[in-house]
C-alpha cells in the first residue's frame, strides 16, 4: 500500500513542560555519585550532548492515547495482530485484519504510515533540576531508611515536534490531532512519576503542511498547502471514527 505515493503530511508543534518532566536514561550512574540516581535522557545534537524527547517515546504515548478512541485495538502481548495475520499474504487483506491503531502505527506485520522524529529542546528553554523523594515507611509512616532517590527531571523546556504521516487516510489524521488536544486538556503525559504531578506539557504553533499526489498543478510534481490547526479540523469535522471508515482500503479522499 506505499508502492504509490497519494499524501503526505509534516505535523509541527512545540511542545513545552507545564510541570516537571522525567523521561530516564536507563543508563547505570551508580559509579558516579555526583549524578542524580536518575538522569534524564540524552542524545548528541549539532554537536553537543542535550536533553530530547525520543520519537519512541513520543509514538507511545500517542499510540497509548489512539487506542482509546479506536475500537478493537490489539492486545499486543497476548491478541496481536502480527499472530493473526503473519499467515495472509494478500497486502490489503492483511491491512483490514489489523486492528485499528495496527493500521495507523503498525506492527510487525504492517508498515507503520506514521513516523515520530526525536523532538529536542529550543535554544536556552531548557531548565534541569534534581529532585529528592523517599520511600515512606507503610507501618511507622516514617522514611525509609535507604530509600533516598534522587531523579534528574526537566524544570523549563520547549521542544520541536516533527511527525511525518505517509498514505494516511482522514480519520488516522483526526485521530492524531484529538491525542493533540488531549494533550493540551491534561489528559496526556509524558515520562514518569506521572501520579505526582509530573509530565504536563503544552503543544502549541501547530502546523500542517499537507501533499497531494495525482492533483498536481501546473508545472509541480504536487499539490501543496499549509493548514492551520482551526483549518484543518474543519475539514475533519464529519469524519467519524467508525467502523466503515476505518476500514477503507482504497484511497479516494482529498483535504486540499
Not at 503526505?8 to 555519585?33: H, M, T, Y
Not at 497509548?64 to 490489539?74: F, Q, V
Not at 495496527?102 to 510487525?108: A, Y
Request: charged letters at 30%; hydrophobic letters at 40%.
Amino acid at each position: 500500500m506505499f508502492k504509490t505515493l497519494y499524501n503526505e503530511c509534516r505535523i509541527k508543534f512545540l511542545l513545552s513542560a507545564q510541570s516537571p518532566v522525567c523521561i530516564r536514561s536507563g543508563e547505570n550512574v551508580e559509579l558516579d555519585p555526583s549524578l542524580s540516581d536518575i538522569q534524564f535522557i540524552r542524545s548528541m545534537h549539532n554537536g553537543e550532548m542535550n536533553v530530547v524527547i525520543p520519537g519512541s517515546s513520543i509514538k507511545g504515548v500517542f499510540r497509548n492515547r489512539a487506542e482509546k478512541y479506536l475500537k478493537g485495538s490489539c492486545r499486543v502481548f497476548d491478541n496481536s495482530c502480527f499472530k493473526r495475520t503473519k499467515g495472509i499474504e494478500d497486502i490489503k487483506k492483511r491491512y483490514v485484519e489489523n486492528c485499528p491503531a495496527c493500521r495507523l502505527f503498525g506492527s510487525m506485520s504492517l508498515k507503520s504510515r506514521i513516523e515520530f522524529k526525536d523532538a529536542y529542546p529550543l535554544k536556552d528553554t531548557v531548565v534541569l533540576a534534581r529532585r529528592h523523594n523517599v520511600g515512606i515507611n507503610r507501618v511507622t509512616g516514617s522514611a525509609m531508611t535507604g530509600a533516598l532517590y534522587q531523579p534528574e527531571v526537566l524544570e523549563q523546556g520547549t521542544f520541536e515536534v516533527n511527525i511525518y504521516m505517509k498514505n494516511f487516510f482522514l480519520w488516522q489524521l483526526k485521530t492524531i490531532l484529538q491525542v493533540i488536544d488531549d494533550i493540551n486538556e491534561g489528559f496526556v503525559t509524558f515520562g514518569g512519576l506521572t501520579s505526582r504531578g509530573f509530565g504536563r506539557m503544552s503543544a502549541d504553533q501547530v502546523q500542517l503542511f499537507v501533499r497531494e499526489y495525482g492533483r498536481e498543478v501546473a508545472g509541480e510534481f504536487f499539490m501543496e498547502k499549509e493548514l492551520s490547526l482551526e483549518e484543518i479540523k474543519d475539514k475533519l469535522m464529519k469524519i467519524s471514527l467508525d467502523d466503515k471508515e476505518m476500514r477503507k482500503v482504497d484511497f479516494n479522499e482529498h483535504i486540499l
